[in-house]
Every structure is written in structure tokens, then in C-alpha cells.
């Protein structure tokens, strides 16, 4: 199982990002998937993660009201909705995908570099 992100890229601060996780060929239904980020010289930092079933998320406080998670319909993709960004979001992002049946991530990508400067 490969697990691949995509969307990040350079913007300016107050701009949008939209976050895509897939992992080619199996469903992300079951699993739990999070989002993570480390920026230079600091430990890796969960943004938000979501259920299985899709019905529970959650939000780091630094990006409450600005980040939304969400799953397709199809149950391929996780995306993570990224508004009104800040430079200190700028970071490496990464994708996590976690069993039902355990507690910690078991998947993770390669990531994809945010960049939030003017």
C-alpha cells in the first residue's frame, strides 16, 4: 500500500491550499487518516486526523476554524481544506493512515511541501 499526497505548493499569506491523500488501488474506508506536519527544526505535529467512518474529526488549536477534513464520497481520497494560511504553516505535510484495529498510524507518505510566503 503507497500512500501519495498532493496540492501543496507556494502561496501567499491568506491564501488556500487543498490537501489530497489517496492511496492508489484500496479504499481509505477503512482507515483512520490523519494529517501531519513538521517544519524545519521542530517534531513532526498532527493537524488533524478523521475516522473511518468519517463521522468523528479533529483539529490541532493553531488551525481550528482556518482547516477542514473531509472524505470522498467514493472513499479514495482524503482532503484537508486549508484557509487563511499563515507562514507559520508552512511546513512538510503528510498523510497517515491508521487500522481500525490499531491505535497509531500504520501508513504514511513521502509528503508535500507547503509554502506560505509573500
Known amino acids: 500500500l503507497q500512500v501519495v499526497e498532493s496540492g501543496g505548493g507556494l502561496v501567499q499569506p491568506g491564501g488556500s491550499l487543498r490537501l489530497s491523500c489517496a492511496a492508489p488501488g484500496f479504499s481509505l474506508d477503512y482507515y483512520g487518516v490523519g494529517w501531519f506536519r513538521q517544519a524545519p527544526g521542530k517534531e513532526r505535529e498532527r493537524v488533524s486526523c478523521?475516522?473511518?467512518?468519517?463521522?468523528?474529526?479533529r483539529y490541532a488549536d493553531s488551525v481550528k476554524g482556518r482547516f477542514t477534513i473531509s472524505r470522498d464520497s467514493a472513499g479514495t481520497t482524503v482532503y484537508l481544506q486549508m484557509n487563511s494560511l499563515k507562514p507559520e504553516d508552512t511546513a512538510v505535510y503528510y498523510c497517515s493512515l491508521r487500522p481500525r484495529y490499531l491505535d497509531n498510524p500504520l501508513y504514511w507518505g513521502q509528503g508535500t511541501q507547503v509554502t506560505v510566503s509573500s
Open positions: 478523521i475516522s473511518s467512518s468519517g463521522g468523528s474529526n
